[in-house]
């Protein structure tokens, strides 16, 4: 350190001269750290050779009229610093009036950076996602442009149902051609993944299937051609009605709160007999009845079933073992925006599709 | 649907619950009732149905009514089609089924000397006006009010022609081209050689199962009726009915496969209403039979039930009795089935003529379920097996995003689809865009090739909403391929403008810049264990550089030798396009082959506790010598001592001209074992400077 001696000032422009004192204040406050008191009282502020009094001759001194007000100043800076790195060095610590003069407002607001935030969307999937996990189901995805059969061939959709119809579903270019299993189109639910999952892996399975899915559908409130969803598929011997609904009473209560009761209504899905729609009880009014539940005191939330014979006959060409006589399954479906919606007192679905800053920072 | 509580009690004596109850118990067993209205003292209810349109059967007071019988476990009565003695005739009425593969039932009766009347409550089981009262249902004369009595009661359609307007017998066929029918709505209607019409040996009577013919309908004056009652074939009438515009009654029914044993039932009970006041019947029923479509509807083959079945797939109920054997019976009896014992706990079951929709064992099981009722079932959960597979890249992508959020980057989910234009000027292998078939909109016409798009429009909506520092990412799915095949892969987009800070009263905001971005994307490359990562660019004519990019203010990514993705600002073109006055940063990342490496696992060096040494060195470069030079030649020394090096500032001084600029570089040296001594310092310094000397740069005097 000792050769070391002040910088050379190129000129008495200002940034010169902040880098030369900034290289001083960086040279003292190292000295002050590696030199005892005493040593640095020498160095820094010695009548005859100390730092300051070349500083005062070289910069302050030597400066034409027209600088020396602005060498003066940053001189003063560099000099309270000096005397302040001495009077911590010596053990005193600074004055109150030192430290007084530091006062800054602390009532100005904080510097704030950017915390990205997480999609609500992506949020409320995983939540649910992980709900089915630490019950031991794996994480299951697919294709977001399926074929029809696995789209709909497969999950029992018949032949003329109104979903096949492009009135519903968004369709690739140019399929005319093609055998009507092989038509490309943008799939309008996740179920594919449980007859691509069967396929690849016999019993038992359990899987959750979170994805995005599509319809031709025209966008409104609370409709929208992009939406997600997940779904649920559990096989294995001796899966039973009871144990449906066993597992998403336990896994809405796992989402919504333990208090939230569930209740079972018949319905009807090509994939799954028996069907049923699921209602939890309102998770606003506590089942009383107010406007968010119409009422009624229950709130729809998801469609669910036991997996169709006739579903498992299809994965049955590729996976003998699933024999309807011998197996058994349930499959559960739930939309994610919907659950968003009313998780988070969303009520126009397209925002979540917006990009506004202004939205997704409010889930930071 | 509407549905009386008062009719469908007349056919339920010992129904024990309110109305309110028997509403909860229909809804929960899938025959949803939507709305219950109070009708006053001794009126009973009305309920407003949501009936699904597999069970047609229920879409009438008696089917209601049959499963409030099956859910409670109550007699229903059976509906009255006592009919008085007929008159003999010289022979019977003259039916012929032609279009046999369109009309399975045909069945005729003949009625004389009636009068056409006002409707009243004709007798116990026919208050017919007091029905249509409640229900608001416009009353129009007793013989049409019969046949809409006997719809509303047991949901079969019905017609009555005016006996005296039929020329010979009747003929179930196809029209023939040119044909004309002027219908009950008084339209004047050209049959289609493909409609099915009930005719006479002259001419169309009507459109079968759809609507009646003006000129056979019954007047004030009418004393002689021919009542139809008949099954059709749903397609057949949904045709005949979607070619003429028409939605009836009774083509609804048709449509969703009527009962093939209603007709019979349904003559008796409008003949009796149309004889109330008068008339006799003639001649003995005529019942033409198609023997193929009886045997699909009404003598379908029986269907085997096992009671393990039933235990197997529904498990356990709240009540320990459990679902067992006179349970499955008595459900499947009340709703019509015939149970047969076939072995060991084994059914042989007949099916009900009015439910098509229950053909399988299973379908019969969720019968049990559903009228034993969903929330008699226990909440049980399955027992657990195996452990959980994780997506194989979740980490990664987790990391991903991770790392983007604690950027400041919010996370957006932007549109699946583009405009071609848009994919022609994203899509990173040329030509590899999906057109759908059916497009929302010219604008979404694509599969979005690049998550490029999204990007831009969401900053795009931002930046015109005066929403000024955006910082937005998206991990999803892009396409490429054919309409023969499609590929998908992940992708990582992001963009960003504005400032940073984003707010401060005390520090002066700046732009945010390329090098801010490059950090963010260095940041994501370090989440993976990549031997080497670069950022390089091509000349602007190299046809290279993304045409979105500005080409001397982007980059290309390169993660151990394999491009990864494209960042830097927008192209001025293309920001003007879109009305972009700040400068935008937006870029994207190919994560199918970021997710091929391993994602980096931390190690922990022994952290050095001798003092380091840092050095600045102030060098003046040519315009033309990068950083990256620099860099490198520090970097060939290879000195183990040498433990940091970067660069701390760089000047570039207008009054140059651009020509050279300033860079002070800060080195510093440390060692695992031992404190540095002076000479090796001096060494070291004279090393660097000879590297950077090297490499072109000068040190400042
Ligand atoms: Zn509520």
Same mark, same amino acid.
């Given at each position: 350190?000792s050769?070391?001696?002040i910088p050379?000032l190129?000129s ?5 001269l902040a880098?030369?004192f900034s290289?001083l ?6 000295d002050a ?9 020498l160095?820094?502020?010695g009548?005859?050779q ?16 027209a ?28 004055s109150?009036?030192?430290l007084?003069a530091e006062a800054i407002?602390?009532?100005?607001p904080g510097?704030r ?7 609500p969307?992506t949020?409320t999937?995983?939540?649910?996602v992980?709900v089915?996990?630490?019950l031991?189901y794996s994480?299951?995805?697919g ?7 696995y789209?709909f061939?497969?999950?029992n959709?018949p032949p003329?149902?109104?979903?096949r119809?492009?009135q519903?579903t ?6 005319e051609?093609?055998s009507?299993?092989?038509r490309l189109l943008?799939r309008?639910h ?13 019993p ?11 319809r ?10 992009i939406?997600h969803?997940?779904?649920g598929?559990?096989?294995d ?6 144990d ?6 336990h896994?809405m ?7 939230v009761?569930t209740r079972?209504?018949?319905s009807?899905?090509p ?8 209602q939890?009880s309102c998770?606003f009014c506590?089942g009383?009845?107010?406007?968010k539940c ?6 729809e939330l998801?469609?669910?079933?036991m997996?169709?014979p006739a ?5 049955a060409?590729?996976?003998?073992a699933?024999?309807p006589k011998?197996?058994s399954?349930?499959?559960?479906g739930?939309?994610?925006?919907r ?6 007192g969303i009520?126009?679905?397209g ?11 409010q889930?930071? | ?17 309110d109305?309110?109850?028997?509403a909860?118990?229909?809804t929960?067993r ?7 209205? !109070?009708?006053?003292?001794g009126n009973? %209810?009305l309920f407003?149905?949501d009936?699904?349109?597999n069970?047609?059967d229920a879409?009438n ?5 049959r499963?409030a019988a099956a859910?409670?476990?109550?007699a229903?009565k059976p509906l009255d089609i ?5 008159k003999?005739s010289a022979k +019977?009425? @003259? ?6 593969? &369109?009309c399975g039932?045909f069945?005729?009766r003949v ?6 009347t006002?409707t009243? @409550?004709?007798y116990?089981?026919?208050e ?6 409640? $229900?608001?249902q416009?009353k ?11 719809? $509303? &009661?047991?949901?079969?359609p019905?017609?009555?022609?005016d006996?005296?307007k039929?020329e010979?017998g009747?003929?179930?066929?196809r029209a ?7 219908t ?10 493909e ?10 009577l ?8 003006w000129? !056979?309908?019954?007047?004030a004056e009418? *004393? ?8 059709f ?7 005949t ?5 028409l939605?009836?009654?009774?083509s ?5 496969g009527?009962?093939f044993?209603?007709? =019979? ?5 409008v003949?009796?209403i149309?004889l109330a006041f ?12 198609v023997p193929a479509v ?6 379908r083959?029986?269907v085997? $039930?096992?009671? !393990?079945?039933?235990?197997?797939m529904?498990?356990t109920?709240?009540? %320990? ?5 006179p ?8 709703l019509?089935c015939?149970?047969? =014992?076939?072995g060991d706990?084994v059914w042989s ?13 299973i379908d019969?099981?969720?019968?049990v ?7 008699g ?5 399955? &027992?657990f097996?195996?452990?959980?597979q994780?997506? +194989?890249?979740a980490a990664a992508?987790?990391?991903v ?5 604690a950027?400041?980057f919010?996370e ?5 689809f583009? %405009?071609?234009a848009?994919? &022609?000027?994203?899509?990173?292998q040329?030509?590899q865009?999906?057109?759908l078939?059916n =497009? ?6 694509v599969?979005?090739?690049s998550?490029?798009p999204?990007?831009?429009a969401?900053?795009a ?7 000024s520092?955006v910082?937005?990412?998206e991990?999803?799915?892009v396409?490429s391929?054919?309409?023969e095949?499609?590929e998908e892969? +992940?992708?990582?987009?992001f ?8 707010q401060?009263a ?5 732009a945010i810049d390329?090098h801010?971005?490059?950090g ?9 264990? #990549?031997?080497t990562v670069?950022?390089?660019r091509?000349p ?5 550089? =993304? ?7 982007a980059?290309r990514i390169n993660?151990?030798?394999?491009t990864?993705?494209?960042?830097g600002q927008?192209?001025p073109?293309?920001? #003007?396009?879109? *009305?972009? *006055?700040?400068a935008?940063l937006v ?10 490496? +391993? ?10 506790r001798?003092?380091p ?12 010598i990068s950083?990256e ?7 060939a020394?290879?000195?183990?001592e040498l ?8 000047f570039?001084?207008? *009054?140059?001209?651009g020509?050279e600029?300033s860079?002070?570089l ?6 695992a074992d031992?404190t540095?001594?002076d000479?090796?310092?001096?060494a ?8 950077v000397g090297?490499a072109?740069?000068r040190l400042r005097?």
């Open positions: 350190m050769n070391e001696t050379n190129e008495y422009d200002d940034d010169s880098k030369a290289a204040e960086n040279l003292a406050k190292d750290s590696a030199l005892g008191a005493e040593d640095f009282r160095r820094w502020l009548r005859k100390g730092l300051l009094n070349d500083v005062s001759s070289r910069y302050l001194k030597a400066a034409p009229p600088f020396k007000k602005s060498v003066g100043e940053r001189f003063k800076v560099l000099k309270e610093l000096v005397e302040g790195l001495l009077e911590s060095a010596s053990g005193a610590g600074p109150d009036a030192a007084a407002d602390i009532t100005l510097t950076r950017l915390i990205g935030a997480e999609h969307i949020k999937l995983n939540e649910i992980n089915f996990a630490a031991g994480v299951g995805v294709p977001e442009v399926e074929t029809d059969f789209n061939e497969s999950m959709f003329g149902h109104p979903a119809d492009t519903d968004l369709v690739v270019a140019n399929q051609r093609r009507q299993r092989d943008l309008t996740t179920s594919p993944v449980q007859m691509r999952t069967m396929e690849q892996q016999p038992p399975v359990r899987i959750v299937i979170p994805g995005k899915v599509h031709n559908d025209a966008q409104d409130a609370t409709h929208s051609p939406f969803q997940v779904e598929l559990c096989v011997t001796n899966i039973t009605f009871s449906l609904k066993g597992t998403l009473d896994a209560k796992a989402l919504f709160g333990s208090s009761k079972f209504f018949p009807f899905f994939f799954t007999e028996p069907s049923a729609d699921v939890i998770i506590g009383k009845g107010c406007r119409k009422q009624s005191g229950w709130i998801l469609g669910c079933g997996v169709d579903v498992f006959a299809f994965a060409e590729k996976q003998p699933y024999d011998k197996i399954g349930f499959a559960f739930m939309g994610v925006e659950i968003a919606m009313m998780k988070y009520s126009e679905i925002q979540f599709y917006a990009g506004d800053m202004r939205f997704l920072g889930f930071a | 649907m509407k549905i009386l509580t008062k009719w469908l009690r007349s056919y339920l004596p010992e129904l024990p619950v109305d309110a109850q028997l909860e118990d229909l929960l899938g025959i949803a009732v939507e709305g219950i209205y !109070s009708l006053g003292e009973g %209810s407003e149905m009936i699904t349109t069970r047609v879409m007071h008696y089917g209601v009514a499963e859910i409670y476990g109550v229903l006592s009919l008085p003695e007929a003999p +019977p009425f @003259d039916v012929k089924i032609e279009a046999t593969d &369109a039932r069945t005729a009625l004389r000397g009636i009068t056409v006002e009243k @409550d004709w116990p089981g026919a017919v006006e007091t029905y249509f009262n409640l $229900l608001e416009k129009i004369s007793s013989a049409v009010d019969a046949t809409n009595f006997c719809w $509303l &009661a047991m949901g079969q019905t017609h009555a022609f006996l005296d039929l010979g009747i003929i179930v066929r023939r081209k040119g044909e004309k029918l002027k009950l709505d008084g339209i004047e209607r050209t049959l289609d050689p409609d099915l019409i009930v005719a006479d040996h002259a001419k169309p009507a459109l079968a199962g759809v609507m009646g013919g000129d !056979s309908m019954i007047t009418t *004393k002689n009726v021919l009542v139809e009652a008949a099954w074939d749903p397609i057949a009438v949904r045709r009915a979607r070619r003429h515009g939605h009836t009654d009774a609804h029914r048709f449509e969703r009527a009962d044993n209603a007709a =019979p039932v349904a003559s008796a009970i003949s009796k149309l008068g008339g006799h019947i003639e001649g003995d029923l005529v019942d033409v039979r009886e045997a699909r509807t009404n003598s083959a029986a085997s $039930l096992a009671l !393990s079945e039933v235990q197997r529904l498990g109920t709240v009540h %320990s009795e459990g679902i067992a054997a349970m499955v019976e008595k459900i499947l009896v009340a019509g015939g149970l047969a =014992p076939a706990g079951v007949t099916l009900p003529s009015w439910r098509l929709d229950i053909e399988r064992e019969l099981i969720e019968e379920a559903r009228v034993y009722g969903y929330n079932f226990a909440n049980t959960l399955p &027992a097996g195996g452990g959980v994780a997506l +194989p890249w992508e987790a990391a995003r991770n790392t983007m959020r950027a400041g919010h957006a989910i932007a549109s699946t583009c %405009s071609a848009e994919a &022609a000027l994203t899509a990173p040329p030509g865009v999906v057109p078939g =497009p929302l909109s010219e604008e979404a016409g599969l979005r090739p998550l490029v999204g990007m831009l969401a900053v909506g931002n930046l015109h909403r005066d929403v520092d910082r937005l990412f991990a999803g799915t396409f391929g054919s309409t095949k499609v892969r +992940p992708a990582l987009g963009v960003a403008a504005g400032t940073v800070p984003e401060s005390l520090h002066a905001p700046r390329f801010d971005v490059k963010v994307v260095e940041q994501v490359a370090a989440q993976f264990q #990549a031997r670069y950022f390089d091509f602007a004519d190299s046809g290279i550089m =993304p045409r979105w990019l500005h080409p001397y203010r980059a993660v151990d030798g394999t990864v993705g494209w960042f927008l192209h073109n293309e920001a #003007a396009a879109r *009305k972009l *006055k700040d935008v870029g994207e990342i190919y994560l199918d082959r970021l997710y091929k490496l +391993p994602l980096r696992k931390p190690a922990a060096r022994e952290v050095s001798f003092q040494v840092r050095r600045d060195f102030s060098l003046v470069l040519d315009a033309s950083w030079k620099i860099d490198q030649a520090i970097a020394l290879q000195l183990p433990v940091d090096w970067r660069a701390r500032e760089v570039r001084d207008p *009054k140059r001209g020509k600029y860079l002070l800060g080195v510093t040296f440390q060692a031992r540095l001594r000479e090796e310092l001096q070291f310094h004279a090393q660097v400077v000879a590297a090297a072109g740069a005097s």
